[in-house]
């Protein structure tokens, strides 16, 4: 019976142990193009996304909805925007494959095709939350969060906008 706890114990930590690593390995991908031509990079932290929801809920009247909205973003830690639709034909594909080499390993939430174009969601769900949520775009957009989302904030938000 130990053994096999154990062997379960270890096979969860290696399989967490191999996610975690995957939003770091996105931001160094992404860091090594950042000079291209076409290639715009955006990076906020943790102090930034504080910043912004403490700005933002103080600046003025906010309905229910947008409180809402910033209650979604309260656990995140790290938010990084990539567009790379506008560098050249070669470094894009270059920058694709290995983007979608990254991304292989990980847990699909969500893909949507349209023609050739296809959007994707990844991430850790634990049924509450996700966690280390990442939104690729074949055409050329990259969304890497760190943290995590409460289900039921966005479930909410959902609801709001219907």
Do not use: H
């Not at 309905?63 to 973003?73: P, R, S, Y």
């Not at 074949?138 to 609801?159: A, P, Q, Y």
């Amino acid at each position: 019976m130990k053994k096999t706890v154990i062997t379960l114990l270890l096979l969860t930590v290696t399989s967490l142990a191999a996610w975690a690593g995957k939003p770091e390995k996105l931001e160094r991908l992404a860091r090594q193009y950042k000079g291209e031509d076409g290639f715009e990079m955006v990076s906020i932290g943790r102090l930034g996304l504080r910043l912004f929801n403490g700005i933002t809920a103080v600046a003025g009247d906010l309905d229910a909805g947008e409180k809402e909205a910033l209650k979604v973003f309260k656990g995140l830690n790290k938010l990084i925007v990539i567009d790379f639709e506008d560098i050249p034909a070669a470094r894009k594909a270059a920058f694709t494959a290995k983007t979608e080499k990254i991304l292989s390993g990980m847990d699909l939430i969500l893909e949507a095709k349209d023609n050739e174009e296809a959007f994707r969601i990844y991430g850790i769900d634990d049924g509450k939350n996700v966690r280390d949520c990442i939104l690729y775009s074949s055409d050329g957009t990259l969304i890497v969060t760190k943290g995590r989302f409460n289900l039921d904030s966005i479930g909410k938000l959902m609801e709001m906008a219907q």
